[in-house]
């Protein structure tokens, strides 16, 4: 019974390194083995060790996934580096249920967010410390790490949004961030 009390929140953001403290958290790791299909350069991606952490999430799931109406809070942190020219990043995916939304915030470090429609138009804003994005529904995201260090970045989604990886994973985006000249670049790749 709560009435009247007045209580800590189970989860907290440490401000020092913006881990997620509390109960319960969920963890993941993407090590470049199990996603090394993402990037364009399959000999470079097998030449770096296959246990090479490129990003990990944390996530605060307060309902059950599917719930309506609830939310998910989650940090993700893509690590610096690059598969031949092509900058780490996430996998990438829209929502399983499309017309839901999602709000992205950059903690730390220099990125892109990319971004395409679903007339495969794909584009990117520019992630830092204090960068606030808005992912419209039908849009599928992903983020890339541009800089030396590890790229942070806070989410927050609908709970019944779900995740729809497979189109992606078959399609990709119509664009690759490729660094050229030691800038990154958004270069035509499209496979659909
Ligand atoms: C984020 C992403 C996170 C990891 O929490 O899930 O950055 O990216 P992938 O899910 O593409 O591997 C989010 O967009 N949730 O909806
Ligand atoms: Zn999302």
Known sequence: MTHLKLIKSPVEIKLTDFT???????????????????????????????????????????????TTGGLFYGTSTVMPGKVGNEYFMTKGHSHAKSDRAEFYWGIQG????????RQRNTWGEEVFPGSLHYIGSNIAHR?????????IVGACWPSDAGHNYEEIAKYGFSARLIEID???????DNKK
């Open 110 to 117: 220099q990125g892109i967010l990319m971004l395409m429609d």
């Open 182 to 188: 030691g800038k990154p670049i958004l270069v035509p």
């Open 20 to 66: 997620l403290n509390g109960d319960p958290i969920l963890f993941q790791r993407r090590i470049l083995s199990e996603i090394s299909d993402i990037f364009l350069d399959h000999q470079a991606a097998g030449m770096l060790p296959a246990d090479t952490i490129v990003y990990t999430v944390q996530s605060w799931l307060p309902v059950p996934e599917g």
């Open 143 to 151: 983020l890339v790490n541009i800089s030396d260090e590890n790229l």
